[in-house]
């Protein structure tokens, strides 16, 4: 008898998005009780108070604007020119770094870690990241038979855990050619951590004395999905200028997103960009992804690109962006603010959060207090070692209403 079609390596465990699961329990429950007595965490997307998604006029109404052919004609495999000029220019701002820099489209975020996972490891590698992280992580990595393993992201004193990110940073590269890791800054998925300058120089340090070993390869991939949400735009971008002339085998990539900064989470748009002191390393990286793109999903999205681009070659246009992603930016910090204070106040742990869409909250039973909290309507994401919040989902009443209960639902299992 046939039991499976599917080839062995295509067959994974069947379970359902648990994110997807809980958000649509959140919702029946609103449809039950009442939008007012429900908060729906799960979500990791901006919502207004009223759970509708946010979606920006500034890019809407320049989408809507296109010629019909600026939609539907292919776009170039590696983006269109215009795009990735604009998108140097929107993520870098004042913060170039002084290298060789190649930007390849992709499909959203996630079509970058793909591309720089494919084409800078080899099977059986490890990839390196920290032990909160996001899990597509895996499923990206897994699927092509590479493993993901992880070092503590915090120490004692709740801040980068280098001590532990250099221990398996070593250990990795005592073993594999490569060392490719993923660091996910500013606004990390899920707690909210932002990697300080300080650290950065630290984490470049470390980098730089295992590159002397020319036989090695290091790959440092920065996930810059919120970073449109993660504070002051300068300061955030000040550690660009720390990937200049790094030592020929250290390429940084990152991974630019459209779907936070723009609202355009459908749209599937975004790029990797190589950042390289070597000109043909550059040029390798460009021919290796544009490989990739043509294997996979050939070209992207073109309206999304010209929605890009249209921004930010026109000032007033790119003001009128600013001005409003800014509203948006505010009431994000508002809502983590009320969060994070009420948190302080009654004495509910924390991971330490800087900026962006989430906050997380260590325990050791996360399934099951997520499953208490659901009695009281409220809808979190129960993580390996804790819960997530979407702050960008949660109204400012609700984000100062919801540490309370979480504190209550813990001490009821505790003194079960
Ligand atoms: N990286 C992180 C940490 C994310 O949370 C997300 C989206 O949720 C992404 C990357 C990629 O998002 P997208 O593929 O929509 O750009």
Redesign the pocket.
């Known amino acids: 008898m046939v039991k499976s079609m599917a080839a062995k390596h295509a067959i994974w465990p069947r379970e359902n998005d648990i994110i997807f699961n809980l958000s649509e329990r959140a919702q029946r429950a609103e449809k039950v009780t009442g939008k007012d007595n429900v908060i729906n965490a799960t979500i990791?997307a901006l919502m207004d108070d009223d759970g509708k998604l946010i979606t920006m006029e500034s890019v809407y109404k320049e989408y809507k604007e296109l010629p019909n052919g600026e939609i539907g004609a292919y776009a170039s495999l590696a983006g269109q020119p215009d795009y990735i000029e604009s998108v140097k220019k929107i993520f870098f701002r004042e913060y170039m770094p002084d290298a060789h820099i190649r930007v390849v489209a992709s499909?959203?975020?996630?079509?970058?870690?793909k591309l720089a996972l494919w084409n800078y490891t080899n099977i059986g590698d490890e990839i390196l990241t920290s032990d909160w992280?996001?899990s597509?992580y895996v499923s990206i990595a897994e699927e092509i038979d590479r493993k993901v393993v992880t070092y503590k992201l915090f120490n004692e004193g709740n801040s980068f855990n280098l001590t532990s990110f250099k221990e398996n940073f070593l250990r990795i590269a005592d073993k594999q050619e490569r060392i490719f890791t993923i660091i996910?800054t500013p606004g990390?998925?899920p707690t909210g951590y932002s990697v300080s300058d300080d650290e950065w120089d630290e984490i470049l340090d470390l980098s730089k004395e295992v590159a002397k070993d020319e036989s090695k390869k290091i790959m440092i991939f920065v996930?810059a999905?919120?970073i449109d949400f993660a504070g002051d735009d300068k300061v955030i971008r000040k550690f660009f200028r720390k990937f200049s002339n790094l030592p020929e085998n250290i390429l940084v990539m990152v991974?630019f997103?459209?779907?936070?900064g723009f609202t355009a989470?459908g749209m599937?748009?975004?790029a990797v960009i190589g950042i390289t002191s070597d000109e043909n390393i550059a040029e390798e990286f460009h021919y290796s992804c544009v490989h990739s793109c043509r294997a996979n999903w050939s070209n992207c999205n073109r309206g999304a690109m010209a929605i890009l681009s249209n921004i930010v070659k026109d000032q007033e246009k790119f003001n009128l962006y600013e001005e409003e992603k800014k509203i948006y930016k505010e009431m994000l910090s508002v809502r983590a603010k009320a969060f994070v204070d009420e948190s302080e106040k009654i004495g509910l742990e924390i991971l330490p959060y800087k900026a962006g869409?989430f906050i997380s909250i260590p325990c050791d039973n996360p399934k099951e207090l997520c499953e208490e909290l659901t009695k009281d309507n409220v809808y979190t994401i129960p993580l390996k070692m804790g819960l997530r919040f979407a702050v960008c989902a949660v109204s400012e009443s609700k984000c100062k209403i919801a540490p309370k209960i979480i504190k209550n639902a813990m001490e009821y299992l505790e003194s079960k």
């Open positions: 990791g499909p959203g975020g996630s079509g970058a870690i992280f996001w597509p996910n990390h998925n996930d999905a919120y991974g997103s459209m779907s936070k989470y599937r748009m975004g869409f």
